[in-house]
């Protein structure tokens, strides 16, 4: 089977990427697990942490400081961090701020990646890949999230091995009074690996 670099769902990239770069296994860790709604059709990862666990059987820990896993042992994580910055309350009460918390602007978002990837070179063993998942946002005006990521990633030592994206053709699109760039509806799967 031949796959391909654009998907509409999170499974069918999780079923390419692992076929391509995991020998078919799931992911290892997932330490942003939140409620599992990934892992809804694909096997769930070993190890799950989050912030803010949803379930039971979730570590509570902060991706950025991974204290429960030891240096050079992970084989695979899946990195899906929240994506929201914005130095003011949500006026639209949009459903993504209101579930997931949002940083108070881009550089602080892009701190927490960095500090978030030096903390999961630390646990990968050499050769072990992470799955980001990132989309580029727009508050009157464009972010290059993706491209953010990937320099930070290689000054880190990480290279990167290939980049997916998923469409959703569900987006939720707000009514704009001008519109200074074009909505998103993809992200981007950035597999990097160490």
């Given at each position: 089977?031949?796959?391909?670099s654009?998907?509409e769902?999170?499974n069918?990239?999780?079923?390419?990427?692992?076929?391509?770069?995991?020998?078919?296994k799931?992911?290892?860790?997932?330490?942003?697990?939140?409620?599992g709604?990934?892992?809804?059709?694909?096997?769930?990862?070993k190890?799950?942490?989050?912030?803010?666990?949803?379930?039971?059987d979730?570590?509570k820990c902060?991706?950025r400081?991974l204290?429960y896993?030891?240096?050079?042992?992970i084989?695979s994580?899946?990195?899906d961090?929240p994506?929201?910055?914005?130095?003011r309350?949500?006026?639209?009460?949009?459903?993504?701020s209101?579930?997931?918390?949002?940083?108070?602007?881009f550089e602080?978002?892009i701190?927490?990646?960095f500090?978030?990837?030096?903390?999961f070179?630390?646990?990968l063993?050499?050769g072990?890949?992470?799955?980001f998942?990132?989309?580029?946002?727009?508050d009157?005006k464009?972010y290059d999230?993706?491209?953010?990521?990937i320099?930070?990633?290689?000054?880190i030592?990480f290279?990167?091995?290939d980049?997916?994206i998923?469409v959703k053709?569900n987006?939720i699109?707000l009514?704009?009074k001008?519109?200074?760039?074009?909505r998103?509806?993809?992200?981007?799967y950035?597999?990097?690996?160490?």
């Open positions: 089977m031949r796959f391909i654009v998907y769902s999170d069918e990239m999780f079923e390419a990427i692992s076929k391509i770069f995991l020998k078919g799931s992911f290892e860790l997932d330490p942003t697990f939140s409620k709604n990934f892992y809804k059709k694909f096997p769930e990862p190890f799950k942490s989050d912030l803010i666990p949803q379930r039971n979730v570590i902060d991706c400081d204290t896993v030891n240096s050079n042992t084989e994580i899946c990195f961090p994506f929201i910055f914005r130095n309350k949500s006026v639209t009460n949009d459903i993504i209101a579930r997931f918390s949002y940083f108070k602007s602080e978002l701190q927490m990646y500090d978030s990837l030096k903390e070179y630390r646990i063993k050499k072990g890949y992470i799955v998942k990132c989309q580029d946002m727009t009157g464009f999230t993706h491209t953010k990521i320099e930070m990633a290689r000054d030592g290279s990167l091995k980049i997916g998923i053709k987006k699109l009514k704009a001008k519109q200074n760039c074009l998103k509806v993809h992200s981007y950035l597999i990097l690996r160490k």
